[in-house]
């Protein structure tokens, strides 16, 4: 098969002939149909703690198709043509790490962690279920954001979807932080007008826009320093949640933290109750991410993207169409 892989960094991914997985008798292949560029993507090809080994295949943001179903399940509720995507673990392995990827024609997965994409779902939009499903899981980790003012750091696709939700579990006030003018009108689209400079004076911003302190801070670009700046703007016993990836040391100021009694807390990943709720809002009409799509690219045009997006771009959310 035909898969995208990482040699090394520094290097762009190569377009190579690998062997199409092998599946155990308890595993399913999926024929990949989109799959989409996740961050933690660009930041595992980068040289540091958390690089990639050489020949990683990366993907876990994927849609596809059934094409086989190991022995062992017969009579599981899965067959072949079933369109599925799947939360990105194999027994303690990890899609698009420790076992290869969807930047390639197929990927095995664990029957345990597939999930069916209705009819009313297509394969384009099957590829943002994942994305969407992180930041409805950090969302539900705040807590609870209604009626309440929250700053969004970021307006990358995690920073979007986290800010959809928030909107969906009925905050009062929705500010995004963000200064690429692309990813501004980004938000925009999405319904989000409600933009302060990173630049500037956030909190005096804020206060300006919503009458109000962030009450609800999510940081999702993962900068060092980003996260003291969360602390010295907070209002009493305000909530701090990390999602950005920060792979250098960070250093704060735990006495203004604590001086406040600030909650500050870290979410990762998700469940399959949050890929299931996830699903049924999308065909429900209520979440709609599709609008962070701003590009579909082949896997021979990969390579060249992947590199575009080491650096700051006017791209949202790419998307690869492995059919193409």
Same mark, same amino acid.
């Given at each position: 098969?035909?898969?995208?892989?990482?040699?090394?960094?520094?290097?762009?991914?190569?377009?190579?002939?690998?062997?199409?997985?092998?599946?155990?008798?308890?595993?399913?292949?999926?024929?990949?149909?989109?799959?989409?560029?996740?961050?933690? %993507?660009?930041?595992?090809?980068?040289?540091?703690? @958390?690089?990639?080994?050489?020949?990683?295949?990366?993907?876990?943001?994927?849609?596809?198709?059934?094409? %086989?179903?190991?022995?062992?399940?017969?009579?599981?509720? @899965?067959?072949?043509?079933?369109?599925?995507?799947?939360?990105?673990?194999?027994?303690?392995?990890?899609?698009?790490?420790?076992?290869?990827?969807?930047?390639?024609? @197929?990927?095995?997965?664990?029957?345990?962690?597939?999930?069916?994409?209705?009819?009313?779902?297509?394969?384009?939009?099957?590829?943002?279920?994942?994305?969407?499903?992180?930041?409805?899981?950090?969302?539900?980790?705040?807590?609870?954001?209604?009626?309440?003012?929250?700053?969004?750091?970021?307006?990358?696709?995690?920073?979007?979807?986290?800010?959809?939700?928030?909107?969906? @579990?009925?905050? !009062?006030?929705?500010?995004?932080?963000?200064?690429?003018?692309?990813?501004?009108?980004?938000?925009?689209?999405?319904?989000?007008? %409600?933009?302060?400079?990173?630049?500037?004076?956030?909190?005096?911003?804020?206060?300006?826009?919503?009458?109000?302190?962030?009450?609800?801070?999510?940081?999702?670009?993962?900068?060092?320093?980003?996260?003291?700046?969360?602390?010295?703007?907070?209002?009493?016993?305000?909530?701090?949640?990390?999602?950005?990836?920060?792979?250098?040391?960070?250093?704060?100021?735990?006495?203004?933290?604590?001086?406040?009694?600030?909650?500050? !807390?870290?979410?990762?990943?998700?469940?399959?109750?949050?890929?299931?709720?996830?699903?049924?809002?999308?065909?429900?009409?209520?979440?709609?991410?599709?609008?962070?799509?701003?590009?579909?690219?082949?896997?021979?045009?990969?390579?060249?993207?992947?590199?575009?997006?080491?650096?700051?771009?006017?791209?949202?959310?790419?998307?690869?169409?492995?059919?193409?």
């Amino acid at each position: 098969m035909r898969a995208a892989v990482f040699t090394g960094p520094g290097e762009p991914l190569s377009i190579q002939d690998i062997d199409k997985p092998e599946i155990a008798d308890d595993e399913i292949l999926v024929q990949v149909a989109h799959c989409g560029i996740c961050g933690t %993507d660009i930041h595992a090809s980068r040289e540091g703690p @958390f690089m990639a080994p050489p020949n990683t295949v990366f993907g876990h943001e994927f849609s596809g198709e059934i094409v %086989d179903v190991g022995s062992a399940l017969d009579g599981n509720e @899965f067959s072949l043509g079933d369109r599925v995507t799947s939360l990105p673990f194999i027994k303690d392995l990890t899609i698009g790490i420790s076992s290869k990827g969807a930047y390639a024609e @197929f990927v095995k997965v664990d029957p345990a962690q597939v999930v069916k994409i209705p009819d009313a779902l297509d394969d384009l939009n099957g590829a943002l279920i994942e994305p969407l499903a992180i930041g409805l899981h950090s969302v539900k980790m705040t807590d609870g954001v209604a009626e309440k003012s929250v700053l969004i750091i970021g307006a990358g696709p995690i920073g979007l979807a986290c800010a959809i939700w928030c909107r969906f @579990f009925g905050a !009062q006030h929705i500010v995004i932080s963000e200064m690429s003018e692309a990813r501004i009108d980004m938000a925009k689209k999405l319904g989000f007008n %409600d933009i302060v400079d990173p630049s500037g004076d956030v909190a005096a911003q804020f206060q300006e826009i919503t009458n109000s302190e962030a009450e609800v801070q999510i940081e999702c670009v993962g900068a060092p320093g980003l996260m003291q700046q969360c602390i010295e703007r907070a209002p009493s016993r305000g909530l701090i949640m990390g999602i950005g990836l920060c792979d250098a040391p960070d250093t704060i100021m735990p006495l203004v933290a604590f001086s406040k009694e600030l909650r500050i !807390q870290w979410a990762v990943a998700y469940d399959k109750e949050d890929w299931d709720f996830t699903i049924d809002m999308m065909i429900s009409g209520r979440i709609d991410g599709s609008a962070m799509i701003t590009n579909v690219v082949s896997l021979d045009e990969l390579p060249d993207i992947f590199e575009a997006l080491r650096s700051p771009t006017d791209q949202c959310k790419v998307i690869i169409d492995l059919k193409a």
